[in-house]
Each structure stands twice: as structure tokens, then as C-alpha cells.
């Protein structure tokens, strides 16, 4: 992998627990950092004609169901809709964007070694976030919420625990699959 493809996506990594939303109150930086790795590996974005297919049929489903839905529902707010379909899309560019670069083994080594640092690092975070709270050091929800956060009186508990649950699952399957090798 090139060193700036490299670099970027340790950078992606290590600002997963970041959730702080800086420009136009809307973008993090792991987004932000992804958007350039996206823009970055466009050239190389290699589709079949399937998985072109199946994609197009995703975006094409979901514009027109929810084009319905904020018919009936007289939803006017463009912004927020359009937000809706960004989120969706900037899954599936992400996805492509790391389908196309490849690794050798130090580099997976370390981006593994820099996703469990993460990962243990927001598990520990749930602890010392009730701590805080509870002690009245940092004045938030009582339900955790990501560390470096704008704003801990809302919380984003939901998504929170599908981290960290899915990434207990990374982690263990990957142990399983490596200790099969």
C-alpha cells in the first residue's frame, strides 16, 4: 500500500473515538479523512457488473421509498433527507475505496494492532465516563457516550454499543479464523 493510503487510514482509525462534529456541525474527522481517501482511490474503484447492478438497485430502492415517505410524511427538510442518502453513499464509497488498495503484512499487522488499541480504548472509556459523570467531573448523560464528544448531554449510546459489540465480534471471529490457520 502506498505510504499516503497507509498514513490516511491509521489516520481514519485513530480518530474513530473522536466524535467531535467540527465542520458545518456536521462532518467528524474520521469522515472528513475518509472523504480524502476516497477522492484519493477513485481512479482505482473497480466494479463488476453485479455488483454495479446490485448497488445502483440499493441507491435507486432507497431514493424512491423515501421519496414516498417524505410525500406522505410532508417532510420539507432537504437538508436532513439529503443527509440520509450521504450516509448510505459514503458507506458504500468507503467500502469501495478499501476494496482497492492493497496491504502486505506489516501494514495489516499494524492497522489490527491500531484497531484493537482503539477498541480496548473506548472499552475502557465506558468506565471512566461513569466516573466521571457520577462524580461530577464531566457534566453528561448517565448512558456513556464516545470520548471527545461536542455534547455528552445527548448521547449516541446506540451506536456506541454497536462498536463496541461489533468489534467484539471482529475481534473474536478474527481470533477463530487466525487460530485455524
Not at 75 to 89: E, Q, R
Request: overall charge positive.
Amino acid at each position: 500500500m502506498k505510504r499516503r493510503y497507509f498514513l490516511i487510514i491509521s489516520l481514519i482509525i485513530l480518530s474513530i473515538p473522536i466524535n467531535y462534529s467540527f465542520l458545518f456541525g456536521f462532518f467528524r474527522l474520521v469522515e472528513v479523512l475518509s472523504i480524502v481517501l476516497i477522492i484519493l482511490t477513485l481512479k482505482k474503484w473497480k466494479l463488476d457488473s453485479i455488483e454495479l447492478f446490485l448497488w445502483l438497485s440499493f441507491f435507486i430502492l432507497i431514493i424512491f421509498s423515501s421519496f414516498i415517505g417524505f410525500q406522505s410524511m410532508n417532510y420539507t427538510n432537504l437538508i436532513n433527507g439529503l443527509g440520509f442518502f450521504y450516509k448510505y453513499f459514503f458507506i458504500f464509497a468507503f467500502l469501495i475505496s478499501l476494496s482497492s488498495i492493497r496491504v502486505n503484512q506489516k501494514q495489516l499487522k499494524i492497522i489490527y494492532n491500531l484497531l484493537y488499541s482503539v477498541y480496548f480504548f473506548l472499552l475502557i472509556w465506558v468506565f471512566i465516563y461513569t466516573y466521571l459523570v457520577s462524580n461530577k467531573i464531566l457534566v453528561g448523560s448517565y448512558r456513556p457516550s464516545f470520548p471527545f464528544s461536542n455534547n455528552y448531554q445527548t448521547s449516541d449510546t446506540h451506536l456506541y454499543a454497536n462498536y463496541l459489540s461489533l468489534g467484539f465480534v471482529f475481534f473474536t471471529l478474527l481470533k477463530e479464523i487466525l487460530g485455524s490457520l
